[in-house]
């Protein structure tokens, strides 16, 4: 026995052996043919037409979900028994037109949400199985032969907690005379210098560094040959340290990290192969970032004062209202909002996917939070033709006019061999998570606003160099994911089971099993997403001590926020989701970074705009000071 789609109300009747819909004034309307014609628009090819033609999946699925709503809004459609006994040239109602693709659509839809179920299921039991107890002791952290540690550490502005961030550095269960830390800021006039200075007197046993990039030899405008250094004011900031590190080994984790005690070791243990449970040798080993809100709380205000007042006594010529506007007490939602909205992406999607494509390793997947490699291998890979000109240095220089250079020093160890690799035939691993660490982020004053800039920057940078994950994006995200399932269950799986005679076909054919499942899906989703936050936030991989910060630090309760507050900022960052992605993708090509704004080009490098910096509206930067030198990142 067969099925044929059919609305119940006989005035709207779908002629399916043309492909053709009722319009609203009583024409018909092909969508077969219309839809064929929009997949030819654009070759696949083209540099332009790549953005149009893979971007417009996403979208072309939903607008046929909603054609289809609105072709039988007013009669929900069911699945009707069509007799065996049918003449022999009746063509059956489902092989041909807008039903058929209708069907088409279902299978892509179902397959593509199984296929997302089951990437944010091992990125799941992975996050169970790693982040729920502490990790095991370095065994590099008491070797007598432990390498070199060059750990690079660029600053720009005031962070949250920015003290205890990079103090973190020095505190590593790591032999002492094995790590070098290397501060770098833009110049004397950032308001971190004086934290810096504080941090080199605190630790003076430790080798420590402090480079300013206003200082660097190459930089200066008299030096000869002229070193034609790109735009990107990260690179541009660590050039020197890199250029003078020590040992062979660099750690770059940015000023707003902090990481546990153990990190370092177990980073080294990771990439040298010398742990209990590897003995695989790695060129790039990260971890996994988290961010804590830290708006309101009593510890944040008073290191913002003091904070404020140290850099207030070197600047008496300050503004005094810049005080006013750090210590925003009655500031609203959308003032501060974007703190937990980041603090929500990084403890659920994020984290899922992160850990599954770093579990399953099919492509490189980087933050660039904390990341550790070995400098002759980037060396190696980067060095310049003797007969480029303009030729730079090996190392991260080589990835001065690019946004993205965590990405991009990454995704260049992934796909190049290394010397041992090409010469001596030896074999390394590509990446490696190392599981059970985190790299904690606090964050405050972050407003709605600045958080959207950060995603679509982002998201503008990744749309050049991974464009098709950049544009599949949306569909992982829960609230279209489940869209589609609910379209294949009540289409493409509903019209196969009534084809194998099974009578719950004609339920799941309804607009009611739609919606059963979409909310049944993202009932689901929820309760994992919520598991993973309390996950997290448990504070059970950290090694716990007295200097050990609160944002780290388990929560007094079950969660670090109650369920009614967790699930506001969790539908806030889902609805946006989308909106955000369409923006980054199709609303131009410029971001704003480091108040300095870009123009990203198809060759994945950057071009500066003008010479004036500028902020992002609703950042704690901006909050903080009305001089572009003060102005805090959000990188």
Not at 15 to 26: H, M, Y
Not at 98 to 108: D, L, N, P
Not at 189 to 208: E, G, H, R
Not at 354 to 378: D, E, Q, W
Request: with cysteine.
């Amino acid at each position: 026995m067969g099925y044929t789609r059919k609305a119940r109300n006989p005035c709207t009747v779908l002629n399916v052996s043309s492909g053709t819909v009722p319009e609203a004034g009583g024409g018909m309307q092909s969508l077969a043919g219309e839809t064929h014609h929009s997949a030819r628009a654009n070759h696949p090819l083209d540099p332009t037409g790549t953005l149009v033609s893979f971007g417009s999946t996403n979208v072309l699925i939903v607008l046929f979900c909603l054609l289809s709503d609105l072709r039988l809004s007013l009669c929900p459609p069911m699945l009707e028994p069509q007799s065996r006994s049918q003449p022999p040239d009746a063509e059956p109602a489902i092989n041909h037109g807008g039903w058929q693709w209708a069907v088409a659509a279902g299978w892509v839809g179902l397959i593509w949400y199984t296929v997302v179920v089951a990437v944010c299921m091992l990125g799941y039991l992975q996050l169970w199985r790693f982040y729920l107890r502490k990790p095991r002791k370095s065994s590099s952290a008491s070797a007598s032969n432990a390498p070199h540690v060059t750990a690079i550490r660029p600053v720009k502005g005031l962070e949250p907690h920015l003290y205890e961030c990079l103090a973190s550095t020095f505190r590593q269960d790591y032999p002492r005379d094995k790590l070098t830390v290397c501060f770098c800021v833009s110049s004397r006039s950032d308001p971190a210098y004086p934290i810096l200075q504080k941090l080199v007197s605190d630790f003076s046993q430790f080798d420590v560094r402090l480079y300013v990039e206003d200082d660097d030899p190459l930089l200066q405008p008299g030096h000869v040959p002229a070193y034609d250094l790109g735009p990107n004011p990260k690179i541009r900031n660590m050039s020197r340290a890199y250029r003078e590190a020590k040992g062979d080994i660099v750690w770059i984790i940015d000023c707003n990290a902090w990481v546990g005690r153990g990190v370092c070791g177990r980073m080294v243990d990771k990439l040298c192969g010398t742990g209990a449970d590897s003995t695989k040798r790695y060129k790039f080993v990260h971890h996994l970032p988290v961010a804590v809100d830290m708006t309101g709380t009593a510890g944040l205000r008073e290191e913002q004062e003091a904070l404020l007042e140290a850099h207030t006594n070197r600047n008496a010529n300050r503004d005094s209202s810049d005080t006013t506007m750090v210590i925003d007490h009655g500031a609203g939602m959308l003032a501060t909002g974007g703190g937990r909205l980041e603090e929500l992406f990084l403890s659920s999607s994020h984290a899922k996917m992160y850990t599954a494509i770093n579990t399953v390793l099919i492509a490189p997947c980087i933050v660039g939070k904390s990341n550790m490699f070995r400098r002759s291998h980037l060396d190696y890979l980067t060095a310049p033709s003797p007969s480029d000109p303009h030729r730079r240095n090996a190392g991260i220089d080589y990835f001065s006019d690019n946004i993205c250079e965590d990405h991009l020093i990454g995704d260049l160890l992934w796909r190049k061999q290394v010397r041992g690799e090409k010469e001596q035939g030896e074999r390394w691993g590509k990446h490696a998570l190392v599981f059970g660490d985190l790299a904690f982020q606090p964050v405050a004053n972050m407003s709605v606003q600045a958080y959207v800039a950060r995603r679509v920057r982002w998201l503008r940078v990744r749309k050049f160099t991974v464009v098709l994950a950049t544009l599949v994006e949306p569909g992982t995200e829960s609230i279209l994911c489940s869209c589609y399932g609910a379209w294949g269950v009540t289409t493409a799986l509903a019209q196969y089971l009534g084809d194998q005679g099974y009578a719950i076909a004609e339920a799941l054919s309804t607009w009611t099993a739609f919606w059963g499942f979409f909310c049944l899906s993202m009932m689901t989703w929820i309760l994992i997403d919520w598991t993973v936050y309390i996950m997290l936030h448990s504070g059970k991989t950290v090694e716990l001590d007295e200097d050990t910060p609160s944002f780290a630090r388990p929560p007094r309760g079950v969660t670090r926020r109650p369920f009614r507050a967790w699930f506001t900022a969790w539908l806030g960052r889902e609805m946006l989701a989308f909106p955000i992605w369409l923006w980054a993708v199709y609303g131009g090509v410029t971001v704003t970074w480091r108040d300095r704004q870009f123009r990203v080009g198809l060759d994945m490098k950057v071009r500066e705009i003008g010479g004036n910096s500028l902020a992002v509206k609703g950042s704690s930067s901006s909050r903080s000071s009305s001089s572009s030198s003060s102005k805090a990142r959000r990188d």
